[in-house]
Every structure is written in structure tokens, then in C-alpha cells.
């Protein structure tokens, strides 16, 4: 299985308006400035030693390396990152109009963003997306219980296709 997630206001948000993990120390604080919506770490953990992918999906020009690092000091390894260019070289291609995310042409399961518009592409195109909120206190759990969902629905279909 496949999980992505968006970073601006999914992942990276405002400790203004949400809250979050600590910070990195120092000096990475002032490398990594990007502050982790409080939950994540613990999450994505548990992701990477589940046989589920961790995915980025971002329309933001972050390079590789910067996303990799961040998420590295906090002991979180990333499968594979889709940003802007990624995007653009892959699954855009010049095309306007295309959606600004189509996670379904990387056979992501599950996208977890904070746009409306994300999520309503996502039942026009096809593809699944977990919306979250600023006050979505239960986050992590809905996501873990989405990602069971579709854990025992892919078993279920295994089994019909296997005969
Ligand atoms: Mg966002």
C-alpha cells in the first residue's frame, strides 16, 4: 500500500494555529524552519514499519533534499517524494486544467491534504483523499483507521482475484 501526504498546512503547519511537534534542536531549528503538525512523528513511524510507502505529494518547488533532511532528524523515512517538477515532468505535462494532484497515476491508496479542492478532484478523478482540518484533533486515528479500511478491502478483493 501507498500513503501520501501534502506538507503546507497538512504536514507543515502554522504553531500559531495549530498545535506541534517540538522543534528540531539547534542548529537544525534554523536549517528546517518548517514545524510538524503535533501527532505526525508518531504516525508516520508506525507507516514506515508497516508494509505501507510513505509518500510526499506537494505542489511546493522544496527540493528533495530539503524534505528528506527534515523528516530524517525526526527518525522518519521518506519513500518517495512527488514536488512540483516531479509533478509537472510526470503527471502534468503541459496539460492546463490537469488536476494540481493525481496521486491515482502513482497508485497512491490514500492522499491526505487540507485543500477542498484536492479533495473534490479526488471524486471527480478517482482517487482517495482524507481531508484535514486545523481542528481535526483525531487526525492520525481517522487516518489509521482509513488506511485499515483499505487494508481489509484489498485482502477481500486478493482473495477473488486469487481463485
Ligand atoms: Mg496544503
Redesign the pocket.
Known sequence: MKISF?????LFVNPAEVPTEPELKFPYNKLYRDRLRKGAVELLKEINESDTELWIYTTSNRSLRYIRGIFGHYGIRIDSIVNAPRHEAEVARGRSNFPSKYPSVYRIDLHV???KSVYENGIAYGFRVYRITNDDADWADNIRRELERIRRGKSENDGQTDR
Do not use: A, I, R, Y
Open positions: 501534502d506538507l503546507d498546512e497538512t491534504d487540507d485543500e
